[in-house]
């Protein structure tokens, strides 16, 4: 049984259009994580949340944001999307100081 | 900033060969976690590890905690054409919380 499902698994977008991008888990950890990964890179963490704590990493651009509304849910907006942008995201989520587990991406392609 | 650095980044596997790969940086890390990663899908949890010293096995993978805490190997043993796909490692330090830092990846590839 999946228990960190992302939403959808593959995600079209136009340049410049708002796209959102979700992951739901069933395991009630507290930590959740947002990565790019780009073709034949590893991931890069964009940011994570400890609990509703919000830390952002100093390289990931503005035009990326994150919600996280409860326990359960968090998203990936990205604003205002450009053809660089395009890539697999990937959600993942621990008990802190524990092993994380991945969801299976979406993969956006921007058009 | 943590920087792990992971090799070999590819490598050839002939079938029922024992492989080996590992991760090395000038940081201390206090969990080690290897993934392997198929075309297409999420990373999957290989091992995790938490402690200096740790040896863990899963099947035919088994991985050690580097005595140093700054780096960590992963061994598969008598390989099989489904073990190809790209391994990670990834590590948190104390003094990052809970910020996970991945290697640059072994892609490994069947022998032709």
């Known amino acids: 049984d999946a228990m960190v499902i992302q939403n959808p698994r593959y995600q079209v977008t136009q340049f410049g259009k708002p796209v959102t991008l979700s992951c739901s888990q069933t395991?009630?950890?507290?930590?959740m994580y947002w990565y790019q990964q780009k073709s034949s890179q590893a991931p890069k963490l964009l940011f994570h949340?400890?609990?509703?704590?919000?830390?952002n990493e100093a390289d990931t651009p503005d035009n990326f944001q994150s919600r996280r509304p409860n326990t359960s849910f968090c998203f990936l907006d990205i604003r205002s999307p450009g053809l660089g942008d395009a890539a697999m995201y990937l959600c993942?989520?621990?008990?802190?100081?524990?092993?994380?587990?991945f969801g299976q991406g979406t993969r956006l392609t921007v058009v | 900033g943590q920087q792990l650095n992971q090799s070999p980044q590819s490598m050839f596997i002939q079938e029922g060969e024992d492989v080996s790969m590992n991760c090395t940086s000038s940081?201390?890390?206090?969990?080690w976690l290897w993934y392997k990663q198929d075309p297409g899908e999420g990373p999957v949890l290989l091992i995790a590890?938490?402690?200096?010293?740790e040896l863990t096995s899963n099947g035919r993978l088994t991985a050690q905690f580097g005595i140093t805490r700054k780096d960590s190997f992963l061994n598969i043993s008598a390989s099989i054409p489904s073990d190809v796909g790209i391994y990670f490692c990834?590590?948190?330090?104390?003094?990052?919380?809970?910020?996970?830092?991945f290697g640059g990846g072994t892609r490994v590839l069947v022998k032709p």
């Open positions: 990834a590590g948190r330090t104390r003094a990052a919380g809970n910020k996970l830092t």
């Open positions: 940081s201390i890390f206090n969990t």
């Open positions: 993942a989520t621990s008990r802190a100081g524990f092993g994380a587990f």
């Open positions: 395991l009630n950890h507290n930590v």
């Open positions: 590890l938490y402690k200096a010293g």
């Open positions: 949340y400890y609990d509703k704590d919000f830390n």
